[in-house]
């Protein structure tokens, strides 16, 4: 069971209107769009926000079309409607719920502060989890402050990053209300509608797809303000958001607890097939006896360099065939549609080996990667090595990246390894391959 999936889908249930049960006795959401609608204006009187100049209002027409009406111009825009939602809902832009304003860069020559001020410049690096990190913050001093003081964040505002990595979305915590913000990332600022609700759409795939489609649409990948504000949002009636993000905060400490169970069970599985490498490769291994000879390791898996084989685009679908690679956590980072540049494996296996973190993954179908410092290791002879078998030798290499390097040609390659007959390799990579296929299904059976 994957726990990020399972929030994915309840999400998308969500904001399709297919989480809870229509209630007929609820006013439509054009009711809420008309306040919505009110209250611009009187912000607008107060001088709190301006009047948008194609300010966009949707409605659904008596042929069953939606209609987008701006200044006096009415457009049919069925066909650009993301996907279709209960009758009692309606579409709108971002635009229209809410103002949108950038964040601003330091001023060039200037630097950031070591010792901590009373101004936190917010990056895009600090956005995690839906939240703002407070590990690793900089500060900037009064000067720079008062520079680009008109480019903070409130805390009733959302986040959303623009550039870099696009589409993370966060609430801001009350301890980084009035603190500088990037211009890698905008703010939704005098929001009408739910705060909650706006945020639980921007974090869905849906979204999310949305958000980087657009932004790859250009030569450097980058989210504009009026990009962002044409996306599409959905707005239920005012009852059912409040019943639905009941259930997204119930579901979501549910998950919580299922997840540090999996974590949990996770770690176990990830000792025991350690004691098991141990088993075969240790120091007091009891299989040392049946050594054959002494190779390095640039030996025994010759690299390859992945520059011909990187993906171009980031703009990934489940509907595309070709799976783009980590070596990591996260593994296969999505799915693109590129024909050229594919890393074909044949009847063979390759090991992606991340040059700085040292992570490693044994493939066995073809894939893009993304990542400059994936170094693709080949078994340099198959009738004298398993390449299995290397794999696992290579989990029990200890080198710990406590700097940031590259660590395959100055840590890994001059390593000597002592290698068995490739009668006893084979007979190895059988026992530890079925060992962790049980281990891997009991970590997936809850």
Same mark, same amino acid.
């Given at each position: ?13 969500? =904001? ?89 860069? =330091? ?31 900089? !500060? ?65 795939? !849906? ?5 980087? !489609? ?17 996306? +599409? ?15 997204? %905060?119930?579901? %979501?400490?549910?998950?919580? &607890?299922?997840? %540090? ?8 599985? &990830? ?48 509907? !595309? ?7 990591? %956590? ?54 004298? +090595? ?11 290499? &200890? ?32 026992? =530890?391959?079925?060992? +962790?296929? =049980? ?8």
């Amino acid at each position: 069971m994957e726990i990020e999936k399972l929030k994915q889908k309840i999400l998308d249930l969500a =904001i399709r209107g297919k989480l809870v049960p229509q209630d007929p006795d609820d006013e439509p959401a054009s009711v809420l769009i008309d306040k919505i609608r009110a209250e611009k204006e009187k912000l607008i009187k107060e001088g709190k926000i301006k009047r948008d100049k194609n300010e966009s209002y949707i409605y659904k027409g008596s042929d069953n079309c939606y209609y987008e009406k701006i200044g006096s111009n009415i457009k049919n825009i069925s066909d650009e409607i993301p996907f279709e939602i209960p009758s009692t809902w309606s579409w709108q832009k971002i635009k229209a719920i809410c103002e949108i304003k950038g964040g601003k860069r =330091i001023p060039k020559g200037m630097t950031f502060q070591k010792e901590k001020t009373d101004h936190i410049y917010i990056r895009v690096t600090d956005m995690k989890d839906e939240t703002i990190s407070e590990d690793n913050l900089v !500060y900037i001093s009064d000067s720079i402050f008062n520079l680009i003081k008109n480019y903070t964040v409130s805390k009733e505002d959302l986040y959303v990053t623009v550039a870099g990595t696009i589409g993370r979305c966060g609430n801001v915590p009350d301890n980084f209300d009035g603190m500088n913000l990037t211009e890698n990332a905008d703010k939704l600022t005098n929001l009408i509608v739910n705060k909650e609700w706006v945020l639980t759409v921007l974090t869905s795939k !849906y979204a999310i797809d949305a958000m980087n !489609y657009k932004a790859h649409q250009v030569a450097q990948p980058k989210l504009s303000i009026e990009t962002l504000g044409n996306i +599409f949002i959905p707005i239920p009636p005012k009852n059912e958001i409040r019943k639905i993000l009941s259930i997204i %905060k119930d579901s %979501k400490a549910l998950l919580s &607890n299922l997840d %540090k169970e999996i974590i949990s069970l996770e770690d176990i599985v &990830n000792q025991t097939k350690q004691k098991i490498l141990e088993h075969f490769f240790g120091e007091n291994s009891c299989y040392k006896s049946y050594y054959e000879k002494e190779y390095n390791l640039d030996e025994l898996l010759p690299y390859e360099q992945p520059r011909p084989f990187i993906v171009n685009s980031t703009n990934y679908s489940d509907a !595309y065939e070709t799976p783009v690679l980590t070596p990591g %956590k996260s593994f296969i980072l999505g799915y693109t549609n590129e024909t050229e540049g594919v890393y074909d494996v044949k009847d063979s296996k390759v090991i992606i080996f991340d040059d700085f973190t040292t992570a490693s993954r044994l493939i066995d179908f073809n894939f893009k990667v993304k990542s400059s410092a994936i170094k693709i290791l080949h078994c340099s002879d198959k009738d004298k +090595f398993d390449i299995d078998y290397l794999f696992y030798k290579l989990q029990r290499i &200890n080198v710990i990246p406590d700097t940031h390097k590259r660590f395959w040609i100055s840590e890994y390659a001059p390593l000597k390894l002592k290698i068995h007959t490739i009668n006893e390799q084979k007979k190895i990579v059988k026992v =530890i391959t079925d060992s +962790f296929t =049980i281990l891997d299904s009991m970590s997936k059976s809850i």
